[in-house]
């Protein structure tokens, strides 16, 4: 099936993959395969190295990303799924907060050639150390194998996510619990998102793409 606008805005789809336009058309981010059609370059999506491209292929019914968002993304690594989301928010704007050096430093390579990605070294868990360079946002998107990684999602919502913006947070029940259930731990995530008055719209098992890791997307409303 040739290259066609999918159901979700900007992301494109070929009867099997979903695809980005290649903001930075000759260069490849992961290995990903690139595909010219009409005399544009797509980037293959790969589920199986993106949560956001699992979600997708799950079917979310949520996409918040366009053009000129904003984003928070909270655990960004080397940048596989903030290089897609950078496809998309062509004129918006990425902060992208991740830990290690060793990947922080790949991450920088790749916010030299993108121009909305910005790359700042800092523990997602210390907001007061990176919230100098961070302005409101439309969008947070957290992947982060953390114990506590809801406090963490929760914290930065309150600091930086704008009135009616929403916040996607994949999470991996092992770094909370391992000893329970997958199903029960996102249970449980879901409940503490509500008592913070967080509206939860969705939530979806990333299996088989990703055992044991469910993604829940929240709008935040701060007043009525
Ligand atoms: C699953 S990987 C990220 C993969 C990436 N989101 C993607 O899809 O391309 C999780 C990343 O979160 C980072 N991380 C974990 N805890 C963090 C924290 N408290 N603050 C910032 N980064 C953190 C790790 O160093 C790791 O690179």
Not at 1 to 11: A, E, F, G, K, N
Not at 69 to 78: E, P, Q, R
Request: with cysteine.
């Amino acid at each position: 099936m040739p290259i066609h606008q999918s159901r979700y805005t900007d992301v494109y789809a070929d009867g099997s993959h979903f695809l980005t336009k290649n903001l930075t058309p000759g260069s490849r981010v992961y290995g990903e395969n690139v595909v010219t059609h009409k005399g544009i370059e797509y980037r293959t999506w790969n589920p199986r190295r993106s949560k956001l491209c699992a979600m997708l292929h799950k079917g979310t019914k949520f996409f918040p990303f366009r053009k000129e968002s904003k984003i928070l993304y909270l655990g960004a690594g080397s940048g596989t799924t903030a290089s897609h989301i950078s496809d998309i928010a062509v004129n918006g704007r990425m902060y992208c907060i991740e830990f290690s050096p060793r990947v922080f430093r790949d991450l920088v390579k790749l916010c030299e050639k993108r121009k909305n990605m910005l790359p700042i070294l800092a523990d997602a868990n210390k907001v007061e150390s990176y919230n100098m360079y961070v302005k409101e946002v439309d969008i947070i998107y957290q992947d982060i194998a953390q114990r506590d990684q809801t406090g963490i999602f929760l914290k930065n919502i309150s600091a930086f996510l704008k009135n009616n913006g929403f916040a996607i947070m994949m999470i991996k029940s092992r770094s909370i619990d391992v000893t329970a259930k997958p199903k029960e731990v996102f249970r449980k995530v879901e409940k503490e998102l509500e008592l913070e008055k967080l509206k939860v719209l969705e939530k979806i098992d990333l299996a088989p793409y990703e055992k044991a890791h469910a993604a829940v997307v929240v709008k935040y409303t701060t007043f009525k």
